[in-house]
């Protein structure tokens, strides 16, 4: 039997955290300073800093390997200079690192880059990969606007696909204040940053360039997969769209992977019919999002048990190259 792994847990890092307090999203970039949410409290922040923390409720929740993932929501790094962006990564990378060589068979560990400067970007790509021995690349959706189809960053998606690493998409909010009433640039705003992003690395050609490319969405990748109509109608509306792929935009759907942090076993349900349930890995947005992912997944309707097995572990043991126990 495969093992059941979560591809959406978080971490923090202490002094990253300190310095991004009141620029990320949480805040409105700064624009709201006072502002409190869920996502930040005392209880689940601590649970990002503490390994041990972590692993008991994984041992609760019957999950064997998290996938961990500093959570840019919290302690993104938009807001620094070149300098200061490429430091703050460094750092956190070798938190990251630090969890997994403490508890090598409990964690497989992320890293993120500074990608306003992509050269910085691809000398930390090659440290965390080669020194640090970390498997996956936690990107945001865009940096300073730009999506990453955005021809800027071929050259990073140009390394992954020669490294065979894996590339996790998590956006670190949305920019436009409107979503901040209501916490909706959680609710809404994140899987908005999930259609343009996806919208960004098909129309641009990336998986076009690259089809080996093993990149997964976090949150089921919102709302893309489910209203693909329009943007096909487009293949003969508006030819110009095609420049850069030769299938129509549903076609590459199952270029990407999906997690299934969607918290709706409807959607889930469709999402499978959509893309194949070997395109799905469990990932529950811990320490904020599903207290029972496996649960959530095994509630599907019409799901079978060999999907089931695939979902919570099969599929992600293939991407990350991890073996059953």
Not at 74 to 98: F, K, Y
Request: proline share 5%.
């Amino acid at each position: 039997m495969p093992q059941v792994i979560d591809f959406h847990a978080h971490v923090l890092e202490e002094e990253c955290l300190r310095q991004a307090q009141g620029k990320t999203v949480l805040s409105g970039y700064g624009a709201n300073p006072a502002s409190v949410t869920r996502a930040a409290n005392d209880v689940t922040r601590q649970k990002m800093l503490d390994p041990a923390l972590q692993i008991a409720d994984m041992a609760r929740m019957g999950v064997d390997r998290s996938v961990i993932s500093v959570s840019t929501v919290i302690q993104g790094t938009s807001w620094a200079d070149p300098q200061t962006d490429a430091a703050l990564n460094r750092r956190s990378n070798d938190r990251v690192a630090e969890w997994c060589t403490l508890h090598p068979d409990r964690f497989v560990g992320s890293f993120t880059l500074p990608l306003q400067d992509v050269d910085a970007s691809l000398k930390e790509t090659e440290r965390a990969v080669n020194q640090l021995g970390l498997r996956v690349a936690n990107l945001c959706a865009q940096y300073q606007g730009a999506y990453l189809g955005d021809a800027r960053y071929r050259p990073f998606w140009e390394a992954a696909n020669n490294l065979g690493i894996v590339v996790w998409i998590h956006p670190d909010g949305t920019r436009d204040l409107w979503f901040q009433k209501f916490g909706m640039w959680n609710s809404i705003g994140q899987s908005i940053e999930e259609v343009k992003v996806m919208a960004s690395i098909i129309y641009e050609g990336i998986v076009e360039t690259w089809p080996s490319l093993k990149i997964v969405m976090a949150h089921g990748g919102g709302y893309f997969p489910h209203y693909m109509g329009r943007m096909d109608r487009n293949v003969t509306n508006r030819p110009d769209s095609m420049q850069n792929i030769t299938r129509k935009p549903s076609d590459y759907l199952r270029a990407f992977y999906y997690d299934t942090c969607v918290y709706d076993p409807e959607v889930l349900a469709t999402l499978i019919r959509r893309v194949g349930a070997d395109r799905l890995v469990m990932g529950s947005d811990y320490p904020v999002g599903d207290n029972d992912p496996v649960a959530s997944v095994r509630a599907t309707p019409g799901i079978s048990a060999s999907e089931v097995a695939m979902m919570t572990g099969g599929t992600a043991e293939r991407l990350l190259g991890v073996a059953a126990r």
